[in-house]
């Protein structure tokens, strides 16, 4: 039984390019949600996404954030025009019901040039 | 707001001694406490989590953790360390139906 599967595990990108991060869910699971792990810090709440719809997104930057789970394949975190600031480890987790366990995945660890 | 505090960075032990890693909260209405490791390059993993019931919840790996309403806290412990046990300890409460907020980590160091 898979756990969260997060890809690529590395992304590196240069200042204005877009970075696309994604991640399956563990078999079952209709609840995703993104953090971000800043240098030193604790994880940060980003957004909750159920099939095709987002549910609380009031962890993500206003601008050049995104994300999707659409209703075939993984959900996507998207970054456009990236700066050096959203260097970071982002994270995913998945739960089968909001009263259980977010298990998450091993992390997309962006870096910035 | 809901949210957890680990008052500790590090903590070093040596292995086969007891180990603490102490979290406190503060939260309005019933808290709903977890417990995560992580490991080096890894994601985390769930160790435990109080709702309701007993004080002393057991978790994974031989890990758990008492819950204290009088001290608001929330420690996590294991009877003996054991160098494996090495890695980010982080105390986590749910503030909503879902959204988790997390304690800035504490660092355990087992020695041999």
């Known amino acids: 039984n898979a756990g969260v599967m997060q890809n690529p595990r590395h992304l590196v990108r240069r200042r204005g390019q877009e970075a696309r991060l994604r991640c399956s869910p563990m078999?079952?699971?209709?609840?995703v949600y993104w953090y971000r792990q800043l240098p030193e810090e604790g994880l940060k709440f980003m957004v909750y996404l159920q099939k095709e719809n987002i549910i609380d997104e009031s962890g993500m930057p206003k601008e050049r954030f995104s994300a999707e789970f659409p209703k075939e394949g993984p959900s996507i975190l998207r970054i456009q025009q990236v700066v050096r600031g959203d260097s970071a480890a982002y994270f995913c987790?998945?739960?089968?019901?909001?009263?259980?366990?977010?298990?998450f995945g091993d992390g997309t660890r962006l870096s910035i040039l | 707001a809901q949210s957890v505090a680990q008052p500790e960075d590090q903590v070093n032990v040596a292995e086969g001694n007891p180990l603490t890693v102490k979290c406190t909260y503060s939260?309005?209405?019933?808290?709903?406490l977890f417990w995560y490791v992580q490991y080096p390059n890894r994601g985390l993993q769930f160790l435990l989590k109080y709702i309701t019931g007993d004080n002393l919840v057991k978790g994974s790996y031989g890990f758990e953790a008492e819950f204290n309403k009088s001290q608001t806290s929330f420690h996590l412990k294991k009877p003996s360390a054991l160098v494996s046990d090495s890695a980010l300890y982080f105390c986590?409460?749910?503030?909503?139906?879902?959204?988790?907020?997390f304690g800035a980590g504490t660092t355990v160091t087992v020695r041999a």
């Open positions: 078999k079952g699971h209709s609840h």
């Open positions: 939260v309005s209405g019933n808290p709903y």
């Open positions: 986590a409460v749910r503030t909503n139906d879902y959204k988790l907020s």
């Open positions: 987790a998945s739960s089968p019901g909001t009263d259980q366990p977010q298990h």
